[in-house]
């Protein structure tokens, strides 16, 4: 479901907290936590599912996935479509829009970033845009001894360095239109400010859909960012993840950009089903 806020990052390899909470292990109903696994299939983009579609996507026994469709189908949570499949039935929806009233972006990252600073033990970040730059609204720090000074719950960071930030300038034109008005300040050797090399790096980003920094904020620190994109595609924020630079090579590297990019990616969700603000 597109509005749902799901308890893990989908494709990122990390574990959910039921899977993580082993305190909690005796308390978890394994049929339930499956049945809610088959449910995070189903989003705009698959809305209807095959009996054989969904066992093969959700990698579980067919008879399983069987089973488990046809009590929600009876506890009226799913629906059966003429052809045979199945679909989302409208208490889900219910129970959706109900939790989107009471939901801002920073409430809907919570547990992204918390996965996100276990997992790898550096600092997790949410900015959204201002007009003075990208303002850093939450952080949470993980395991590792490196503690990055200067960006805290308030800071406020250049557009033009820092992952998360300049993720944000890459993806919207109005920020670009206020920001790249003159001279940009260069707050290590790294910092790209010439302006050709700067919009070649911004198209960059825009094509992947990350960035990566390297020192070119805080020297030694790297980080991964990717936009949080709302209605229109409009940026409404921007997740990311830093820490000692040597960590954000090969392997993790890549690793940190496939869970930012999929974090990104179902918090867009969220946001464009987010109720319009006055």
Known sequence: MAAAVPSS?????????????AHAGRDIVGAVVKACRLLEHFDTSHPVWTLNDLTTASRMNKTTVHRLMTTMIHAGWVDRTPEGSYRIAMPVFEIGS????????RGAAASYMREIANTFGDTAYLMVPAGEGAVCIDRLEGS???VVAGISIGSVLPYHAAAGPISMLAHSAEIRDQWLTGSLPAYTPETVTESSAL????????TQGYAVSRSDYLAGVAAVGAPILGRRGAVVA???VGGRIEAFEGVALQRKIDTIVAAAAALSRVAAALPATS
């Open 199 to 206: 919009m070649s790096h911004l198209e960059q980003i825009r």
């Open 144 to 146: 590792n001894s490196l």
């Open 238 to 240: 921007a997740i990311s």
């Open 9 to 21: 990052i989908e494709g990122a390899h990390v574990a959910s907290p039921t899977e993580s909470d």
């Open 98 to 105: 109900s939790a989107l009233t009471q939901l801002d972006i």
